[in-house]
Nanobody
Framework: VQLQASGGGLVQAGGSLRLSCAAS????????LGWFRQAPGKERDFVAA????????YYAESVKGRFTISRDNAKNTVYLQMNSLKPEDTAVYYC??????????????????WGQGTLVTVSS
């Protein structure tokens, strides 16, 4: 499995960004794909995940109502639409995949396959 993340950048508080993660190497019907983030000096935290087959989603409380995860089966791509961004959203965002459910991915990152990170910087 290979994951290629893109879409990070610098944005002002209140602005929006969309991250993309192109997945390849296998079919993902039994997988969950998700996004995690790691701020400087902090642990990598769960942000959002989606069941590839059903489209059901899970979100961290801190991003509910602001972020939306979605997938395009034809393009094997997962998106993270981030609205109403806050300075505390600043982090390196990582795409992840695992043969599990989105709910389980929201609980533990053990076993995740990781893509490279993409930096999101939100200025105040």
């Amino acid at each position: 499995v290979q994951l290629q993340a893109s879409g990070g950048g610098l944005v002002q508080a209140g602005g929006s960004l969309r991250l993309s993660c192109a997945a390849s190497g296998r079919t993902f019907s039994t997988y969950a794909l998700g996004w995690f983030r790691q701020a400087p000096g902090k642990e990598r935290d769960f942000v959002a995940a989606i069941n590839w087959s059903t489209g059901s989603t899970y979100y961290a409380e801190s991003v509910k109502g602001r972020f939306t995860i979605s997938r395009d089966n034809a393009k094997n791509t997962v998106y993270l639409q981030m609205n109403s961004l806050k300075p505390e959203d600043t982090a390196v965002y990582y795409c992840a995949a695992r043969r599990t459910t989105a709910q389980t991915m929201s609980i533990t990152s053990r076993g995740n396959i990781w893509g490279q990170g993409t930096l999101v910087t939100v200025s105040s």
